[in-house]
């Protein structure tokens, strides 16, 4: 099974300020279809999980445009450029590439300093 | 709009079983690949099962030969069928339509 690393595991925040969150895998994600799927969750307190990006990069619709995802291979990054109040929660990077199982990351939990 | 909402969580003793239910609205359960996915007590994600708009279904490791997906098309609703029930799964269950529709989940604790 693909083995998914996120760190860090808390991350202290002031308001308006950037927050990153690096997530890496045991083996490449590359599809044999060429993608890569690699995706990430918020899960606010008490709220059940919401997908923000698909695919590395790409937003769900209705996810604010200061969420941002890159990377490839086996090295991924999920960045809010300004963080607000309501991204206060856990956040998850999922692979779907080696499938089945999917894997998680451990979660990231984002706080306001 | 999709909707998905599960019932029939609860408190079962070790080796019991439960059934889980999700009905969905919004969207065809047989056109999509629908997951299960739990999450323990202040731990994080699991992948527990999915089912394939085919029909083929899968497993994670611990789960297998005790849980069991499946769908009722007539009903639109997913399944779980959970035996042999341990203390371990005890979780807040999740459906989920392709990762992007998720349900508010159902919580399963098994405990004597």
């Known amino acids: 099974d693909v083995v998914m690393t996120q760190s860090p595991l808390s991350l202290p925040v002031t308001l308006g300020q950037p927050a990153s969150i690096s997530c890496k895998s045991s083996?490449?994600?590359?599809?044999?279809?060429?993608?890569?799927?690699l995706n990430w969750f918020q899960q606010r307190p008490g709220q059940s999980p919401r997908r923000l990006i698909y695919k590395v990069s790409n937003r769900d619709s209705g996810v604010p445009d200061r969420f941002s995802g890159s990377g490839s291979g086996t090295d991924f990054t999920l960045k809010i450029s300004r963080v607000e109040a309501e991204d206060v929660g856990l956040y998850y990077c999922m692979q779907n590439t080696h499938w089945p199982p999917k894997t998680f990351g451990q979660g990231t939990k984002v706080e306001i300093k | 709009e999709v909707q998905l909402v599960e019932s029939g969580g609860g408190l079962v003793q070790p080796g019991g079983s439960l059934r889980l239910s999700c009905a969905a609205s919004g969207f065809t359960v047989s056109s999509n690949y629908m997951s299960w996915v739990r999450q323990a007590p202040g731990k994080g994600l699991e992948w527990v099962s999915v089912?394939?708009?085919?029909?083929?279904?899968y497993y994670t490791d611990s789960v297998k030969g005790r849980f069991s997906i499946s769908r009722d098309n007539s009903k639109n609703t997913l399944y779980l069928q959970m035996n042999s029930l341990r203390v371990e799964d005890t979780a807040m269950y999740y459906c989920a339509r392709e990762d992007t529709n998720w349900g508010q989940g159902t919580l399963v604790t098994v405990s004597s």
């Open positions: 089912i394939y708009s085919g029909g083929s279904t």
């Open positions: 083996q490449s994600l590359v599809h044999s279809d060429g993608n890569t799927y």
